[in-house]
Structure formats: C-alpha cells, structure tokens
C-alpha cells in the first residue's frame, strides 16, 4: 500500500519538478519566453478588439493603421524567429491592410512560429551568433529583444489607438 501510494506521489510530482528545473537551468531564456507570450498574447487580444471598420485607422497621417501594423508585426516576427531559432521562415503572403479575418490570423501563426523559435532556446544558445539585420552580426538574445521590444511598442501604440476610439485596450480591461 505504501509503496503505491509513493509511486503516486512522485508520478504527481514529477512534472513539477522538471519545470521547476528547467526554469531554473535556464532563467534568461525562460524569462525571454514569458515575456514573448504576455505582450504576445496583449497584441493578438488588441488587434482582436478593434474591430474590422478600424483596421484603417490612424490618428496623423505618418502613423501606421491599424491594419499596417498587425501586417508589419507579422513579418518581422516571421524574419526575426526565423534568426532567434535557426528556421526557414514562412512565406510572406500579402493581405489587405483592411482584411482583419486574415491579418489577425497571419499574427497568431506568426506568433506560433515565434514560440516554436523560442522554444529551442537556452541560456547558452542566447549568445550565440546569428546574422542580424542588414546581415550584420548579432546574438539569438538580440534578436528575441527585437521581438519581444517590437511587441511592446506595438502594443503601446494600438493602445493609444484603442482609447481614441473610445475602446479599452486588453490590459486595462476588468479581468473575468
């Protein structure tokens, strides 16, 4: 009885202490992922807010719309990822500025291709070198801050733009 009732605790509690471990071994590239899916997570929750008549909104005539944005975001996820995870990148597809359908599903499968780069790092692979922009040389660490950077500026400017139009952006809402 014992005996099952050990194998039970440590089946229980194994998981655990693997992704305690993991977490541990590794604390820079798990912070990097955590920080990728939360302001992941608040432009997918924003770009889904504004709706499909806003998606050509932009407050001075230099600003990105909003459907430029979500398109821009996009591509350099799919550039950059392809960098942080040594990956072919998609193939850029182009989509209406205007066609919210399918720009926000172009950045969730940004996204997701995002998370299977981030997924292979570790804090050792964070200083290795990749080619950066302009083929210039760079490190996987640098090139996952241009992401998860270019998310939150994203984020910050849709917003500004949420609450022009009278929304909420997604951080400011009651949670559920």
Request: aromatic share 8%.
């Amino acid at each position: 009885m014992w005996r099952l009732a050990w194998i039970a605790i440590i089946a229980l509690a194994a998981p655990f202490a693997a992704r305690a471990q993991s977490s541990t071994s590794n604390p820079l590239s798990s912070q990097l992922r955590q920080v990728f899916d939360s302001y992941a997570n608040n432009l997918v929750a924003a770009a889904e807010e504004f709706p499909a008549d806003k998606y050509t909104y932009h407050p001075t005539p230099e600003g990105m719309t909003v459907g430029h944005t979500m398109a821009h975001v996009t591509q350099a996820n799919n550039f950059v990822c392809a960098r942080v995870g040594s990956l072919t990148p998609p193939p850029q597809v182009k989509v209406a500025d205007t066609d919210k359908d399918k720009l926000v599903e172009g950045l969730k499968t940004s996204i997701t291709f995002c998370r299977q780069a981030f997924s292979t790092l570790t804090d050792a692979k964070l200083v290795e070198p990749v080619p950066g922009f302009g083929g210039r040389p760079s490190t996987r660490f640098a090139m996952a801050m241009e992401v998860t950077n270019d998310l939150v500026d994203h984020y910050a400017t849709l917003s500004v733009y949420l609450r022009l139009n009278g929304l909420l952006p997604p951080t400011a809402q009651k949670r559920k």
